[in-house]
């Protein structure tokens, strides 16, 4: 059996972002919007303190509490571990994001195709084009709007609807072309690693193997899929700094 | 059957409009306006009117009001079938003439329940459609759809026919423009012996039916949120049965208001005697009491060796940002109590001061519900994301007074169609049916 796994060696992060920057034009999210997100967090009082960067994917749990609440079976976990959303099952209760412990989930408040450059990227928009001036069209990845996986369900990337939940993906649709994640591909110091965990041989397994691990929230029985290594959990006095825009004004803009 | 016409104007108010009933519906019908200009405005723009934002980096409450409202109305509906399957269980005979008004009460505030949901989805259309067809048991939202809104309305909806056939028989005897529809409702209802004893042994045995429904029913919303570690402050086996006892808490509440306006309206203070009042209002006492307990033990469990996220929840209940909100709302359950306590040791029932607690209930009530509601996800984050903030916007203050209204109109126009106090069995029908 396939079970796909994330690797973050926290020992590496330097907290560049190109992780977050990946994720948002490879699946082309809404503003304020993070299915990967890098927490920095300081603990201890100046001058002593502690600074460490956190990355956040979906953690992928192996007994996802998203799954167990959602009343109509659209969030569903694959066969290879992957949680994934469909978006044309989803009614938009937001059940799973409430049960999440991590904070993962995205809810599209309204049309993400509205409010260019606020929002996110339309593709057919006519304003785009003077910004590209024609020389670089504006590229839509046609593998977001295909069926994914056995099951055949609208789950990848980039096919925002309004009010339905979504979330990181892992990148399902190259994880299904032999890829890895986009956050994996970009990271330039290896922090990320991505592969099959029950294969012992894969690179990921090797990479954790030797290295003392921890997940997040291991206590609430989630299981999941992201292992951290070359650090410790967050402690409860670390607080967030650089924090993105909360996003409650995108709401007014 | 050879009874003689009726030229009587038909009794409890039914079919006579008039100025006041208009004005009553002229507020509630501009009310429904108000409500449906916010889901109007909802639909348009997207659930970004409302004051919801995501949990985490958006330091939102993804859940707000609506949800709120669905735990509240649902929890409303508790009253009717209670009241109805304690008359018939203990035979209270004078609790008669709320009986009716509480099935109304509990029908009604179902499809102002479900109309809630409705409201909360980001996809409401497909949500009527997939929370059927794709309906997974192992949700809690299951029970909250499946058998709150279709079971238990539906249980209620048949319990509140058979029990009012009678009522419709008589009512054909009245030369009415109504007549046909009376006839239409009594379906071949003619009360003869064999009838009525069929439809007490109906009524006894779906009372009964209901009464553990009513139960899964209102502790199936304790476990949308009594289920889930992920948020601190919900996990807990205390959450269904306090969802019970809360919902007997409004909805008895809620009746002891209805009945002593509709008592009022209708000069029926016979028929809603001073009894059914002082038995309703015992019957909330204890409710109360036993919230309260489980409110008390609630706090010493949380606060005795609290986890670090249980903690910091605690500090925004009782002494940080939402603290008006739990004392206010603490003080809205307490006083009544209080008020109660003393009625029912001096034993003077007054329905004006019992009508002010079930008021007063009702505002504790829906503060509850916020409470469990928004701080457990705008505080006490697992992960160290920022402490978020949720306020309401008018969309969803609108819609809430719609629904309100909404519920006001169909109990006002069900009064006008039928009466909402059964008609007392006249003598000489008792001879015709002997």
Redesign the interface.
Known sequence: MTRYAMAVDLSRCQGCRACVEACKIENNTPS???WM?V?R?EQGEYPNTDISF?P?PCQHCENP?CV???????RFKRDDGLVLTDYE???????C???????????????PDEAFADYQVAFDDPDLEPITGGAIPAYKNPDHDELQGEEQRLTAGSSH?????EKCTFCVQRVDKGRVPACVETCPVGALQFGDIEDSESPISQFVSTKKQFK??EE??TDPSVIYVGGTP?T?E???IE??L???S??NA | MATPETKKPLPMGVGSIGAGWLAFMGIAVVGIIFGLVGVLVEQQ?????TG?????????A??GVYISLVVYFVGVSFAGITVAALIRLFNLDYLKGVARMAEVMTVVALVLGAAA?IV?????L??IV??F????P?????GT?ALVISGYLYASLVYLYVTSRPDAAVLTEYRSKLRGFFRFWAAGYVDTPDQRERDRRTTFWLALAILPLLVVAHSSLGF?FG?????PGWFGTLQAPAFVVLAGVSGIGHLLVMAAIIRKVLNAEERVGKRAFAWLGRFMMVLLFVYLYFIVVEILTTMYQPS??EQELSEALLTGRYAWLFWGSSAALVIPLIGLGWMAVTRTWRVSWLVVAGIVVNVGALGKRLLIVVPS?TDG??????TG?YFPTWVELSVAVGLFSLGAALVAIFMKVFPIIELEESPEREEVSV
């Not at chain 1, 994001?97 to 049309?111: D, K, L, Q, S, T």
């Not at chain 1, 609807?161 to 939940?165: E, L, N, T």
């Not at chain 2, 909360?120 to 409401?124: N, V």
């Open positions: 304020a919007v993070f997100y927490f967090l956190l956040r509490p167990k609440v959602c009343p109509v079976g659209a099952r989803c009614i938009g209760c937001r059940y994001e409430v049960a999440c412990p991590y904070g993962v989930n995205f809810f599209n408040w309204r049309h609807f309004k009010g339905v939940m997040l929230l609430l029985g967050p409860h670390a607080r967030e924090r993105p909360t996003g409650v995108h709401g | 723009q997207g659930m970004v009117s919801m934002r995501n949990l985490g980096t958006m330091q939102g993804t859940w949901i909360d989805l980001g996809q409401p497909r949500g997939n929370l067809r794709y309906a997974r192992q949700s809690p939202f299951f759809f949308v289920l889930q570690v992920g948020r670090i996220a996800q984050q697992l992960l160290p994301y920022g903030t």
